[in-house]
């Protein structure tokens, strides 16, 4: 951290800031210059508050130069993190195929949906049971009932689920689900992501559609430092000036987070983009660009689909898109 | 609503979509033309899923042209929705002033404040108890405790409060509070919507960061379908490139929202600028441009507040932001 | 500024990179820690590539902390720039106000407005006659003719007028033109710029759609480093997510460029929010918050006009907007 | 096009508004409701002025349902446009290596670096002669001399030659010139596209920072209105919050604009970026997802490149990502 004080800062302030910041154990050095005078901080800063040196009369700036965030930090965790969800891994050089209607709908649209996507490939099945909606005359989700269509669908493919919880009183619902997704309008849901922390289970953390790369590590920080580590991230789009596609899929986003971060990253090139057509080729791109996994929405009649029809492929369509996938992942491998 | 259909689209696809639609009690004209054809859809269209019709394989392009909102819509609804919270009254004419600390920190620092803002002629009290923060590490407010300073300080003062709620389970600890906000992170946790609906609080109501103005209104419709028509909004600054001030304060967001709804709309400055010397000029324009009101953060010792120092007025410096902000409501009024 | 090494720096590198900086007259100190290095630089940094800093291989960040703006900085020249044209001052406590049609369309049509907006108050005439359009199939303006019928509406009324160059080719056709607007999308013209720069005409620069503030500046900056001290700027409007109206007005933008810099900077409501009932809002905030003049557009049959008549205000309502603007300055004036 | 008119328009205003539209050759069928009147239009609405519509007080809203542009359009045009360098083919399902240094420097580091991407693969040579700087106080290329240089290398190695305009007055010098770029600041620089219209010239347009793909298509329509069909398109990154990264590339961009046009898309993931170690991962994403084409900067020396160093890849990392890319692009060839 580096903070730039005004010039003719009162010495005795400047005396104060001094003690106060080497009380928190980092070790301050002054650069004097004719107009400006430089304070360097090193040491483990993560736990003081820019805003409040911002605050004091003698500061100009302050900037941070070490990352706020240490158990998401690739530095202090070098190796991959592997997550397991029943024999299924995720991360360290797996793939992993997450694929479902946007919502649950009935019995038979699950089960069917379930069934084809667990041919072409699947993994892990996803399904909206809980749906945040911008309206509130939409379709908001079968709910409990919803988590119950999904466990039947997974005993009888064998494919574990991932579903979105929307409030943390919905977590008692979540305890036979295997990947609790927080949608990217929770991202910031501190109070949600804070229970989270003490639960054991996977986290697919979506992030939200304003927020910095910076931001959806610390919000996965918030469940890590309740002990959790099992942290799944997820990019699906952010929210730019561009309306020809539904959001702005951030690809760059992927090789960045692995950088930063030990944590897994997946893509969901479905709601990114808001269009069938450009699920195929958004998801080889995630493919070559490293991403660990893809979640995509697929269902059978998308043309009927209670949310999201637009952006769903069918079963058929996905298992092409499968294809190229693996053959992408192959060839990546090649090259490293 | 219209709906464009891709060329030869087939009739019977076709003729099933029309019945659909009539189904819905809207009504259909058709506009043919030698590449074209256009479905002008009139009538109520607000519980027509937009995104189911965009998956059909006859759609071309769906376009929304009523505004999807009804409780919150200026159109059936045409006078000022007035909002009262004990003695005070916001919109319709009234400029309201709610301001206090950032967070609260204690008891003498919180009566100091509300002293000092009453004195000043602040109308209700605000400050944090349950904070929202980046980071996991960082100071997250008294919670429950801060909830009794603040009734404590109402007490003193007669201020009526407002402050945070962070998860709908927190809302027992509300029932004395006088204005309950939602902040800008939580504009769309829709099950903490829908749970306001049921109160009859006043609900202010915080602009998401990617928000539009669309959306943001649809906000208010889940919190006002519920029952609850007591919704205060309030512009608070949205994210872009910029990064010379925190946020970007869109004022033009005040004329158009009086436009499209009934409801209040206050400005925070504070939290959109993050910079105290930014604060007196936008309030300033805020109140020039026809706001109902100025939520602003005060603090008895900004150096030295846990969070947002930067951002936050003495008494003193608010005073005269009062003073301003009335001279030039006063000002206004004789134009119009 | 402050580079950030990584660990471990090759002592050599370093060496080498003291020298470097060393020769740039900035006197460097070091800063220590366990596991990181940062030097401080102290002095005139304007002259450091940054980018070069960035591309080193010991180098991990480096953050800019001085200003890399010198001409335009107001640090540097405490007092405000005020420009004359002719017998008009803007600047230094000046309210100026500019108004005119998007579009020069003819004789008749410009001296109507001409006279309207004087009979108003304003003190500059603007009109287009080379226009910017995104279609190369819509109106593009009178351009040669466009200017002689300027000059024509000043012999007139004795208003100077403001007009919009679109290539350095058209200069010399500009040699009456009392004030050279520079448009959003040439904001970083640099070619234009510099040879502006070697004018003395009082140049107008807006600022451009997704231009942070201190590229804006630096645009000013290359202007005024070729010479020509006499730049206005005006915000109107950059790019965001926001759709209601066609951008979105930053006005802490104002408070901001009087801080940054020494010029006068005027706000433009009508480009800004494309929709003419916000035109009078939007003017009352500009004043209200310190901007130094609006530039308003004006037709005389708005609805008949050739470009942005659904944002032009009738001469009628134009004088409506000016007598409020005014009652806001001198209530402004008192408040300071 | 469908034109919402507002509650009780004037008859008389209709009748005048529907003769001037089929007077344009348009037809306009009336859909009317109880409180709502939609005309839908059918037809050529390229040359209606939707702006000149919205002004109209009978009027409320218009939307455009049919692409503004003509000979940019995929749909009256379905086969990929094949542009001609040489013997090097752009577009048709040819893939592109476009490479080079931000800014030629001396003619020793340019034809080190051209030897070095020709071996690699590369196809076109890149260099920037004219740079845009947003420092008036940063090195602004050799110029005519750096052209110069680029015509010596390319006699040397054989390879065409890109290199950017940013100014028409320039456009003599380029009369050797392969291919011309026009840069992300230039992209509404409506003067230059209609003069580089009426050359022949290949012509790289570059996507503005904030434009839309749509107004990014109009650009080439300014070009192809002229009577010049040779434009590659560019994605070069978009400004977004997000700092991680200089811009945020939208590879969605890629199957967006080759569904909308006919022309080649090609992608730049050094300027989309800003880091070199981003350059590989989006390499591979841009060919995946359907790219026709990469430019990506190479520089013998990158520590002490005049410009962009911190971006750029030395020829040996460059032949690695050629081998990845050609890899990938072989396997998606297979997969369609």
Redesign the interface.
Known sequence: M?I?LKENAEAKKLQKLMEMLEAKNV????????H?T?L????DT??I?I??L????IVE?V?R??E?YKRANRKFHPLDTVIKVGDVAIGGGNFTLIAGPCSVESSEQLCTVARGVKEAGAHLLRGGA?K?????????GLRGEGIKLLLEAKAETGLPIVTEI?????LPLFSEVDVIQVGA??M?????L?ELGHTKKPILLKR???S????FV?SA??IM??GNPNVILCERG????????RN?????????LK?MTHLPVVVDPSH??GLA??VA??S???????ADGLMIEVHND?????????Q?LTPEAYAQVV??VM??R???A??E
Chains 1, 2, 3, 4 share one sequence.
């Not at 070790?27 to 004719?34: A, H, I, R, W």
């Not at 911002?54 to 009369?57: F, G, N």
């Not at 080889?284 to 490293?290: D, E, L, N």
């Open positions: 580096v730039l070790s301050v050095k002054m650069t004097e210059g004719q400006q430089i360097g901080l090193v040491g993560t736990e508050d805003e409040q911002h605050a004091l009369d700036d900037k130069i070490q706020p809980f945040p909606r911008t309206s509130p005359y939409a379709f908001q929307m409030d943390l009183s919905q309008r929770n910031q849901n501190f109070e949600l804070k939200g559609l304003s910095t790369l910076q931001e610390m920080e918030y430092s309740g952010i929210r730019t000036f561009e309306t020809a596609t702005t899929l951030d690809l760059s986003a992927v090789p960045m950088q990114a983009t057509k450009l080729p958004m080889y791109a995630a493919a070559a660009c490293g998308p043309q009927h689909a209670l949310c999201d029809g637009s769903s294809k190229g053959a992408i192959e060839c990546t090649s090259i």
